[in-house]
């Protein structure tokens, strides 16, 4: 295993960042290639140069880099709580739709908070999901 930057306390140009963070990946993929990562429990020479160069790489980037924040839209406890019987059943947007007769793109919309609930919806939902009507009248 080749070891590069070893004697280098901090990543200062971009330049060095890109190499390290190309060396990582070689790393990773050396690593994955001999079974030295098969172990989650493993302590071996990959991971900690893996390891000390990932740190010198977020070091660098937490003093260089600005990354736009993402914008993520809060779902409401009702859309939250569909999804969370989505995942219970193990079922799928589509399955879903086909369960409440609804199409696909219409139960999508629901979802993505850009198409209200209808009352006829809000009763598939408590009868069908058993989702607690105080929650679809709040968030409805």
């Known amino acids: ?44 020479e990959y991971i900690r140069e893996i390891g000390r160069l990932s740190h010198l790489g ?5 003093e260089h880099i600005q990354f736009k ?16 019987e989505m995942y219970s059943r193990s079922i799928k947007q589509k399955q879903l739709a086909e369960i409440l007769g609804v199409n696909e793109p219409a139960l999508s919309q629901i979802i993505c908070g850009k198409r209200s609930i209808s009352m006829r919806m809000a009763k598939k939902l408590h009868k069908l999901l058993n989702i607690d009507p105080q929650l679809i009248m709040d968030y409805a």
Do not use: Q, W
């Open 1 to 44: 295993m080749e070891k590069i930057f070893e004697n280098v306390p901090e990543l200062t140009t971009a330049e060095d960042y890109e190499a390290a963070l190309s060396h990582v990946k070689n790393l990773i993929r050396e690593a994955t290639d001999s079974g030295a990562l098969d172990d989650p429990e493993a302590d071996n």
């Open 58 to 62: 977020a070091k660098y980037e937490d």
């Open 69 to 84: 924040h993402l914008k993520v839209r809060k779902k409401s406890p009702l859309i939250r709580s569909i999804e969370d």
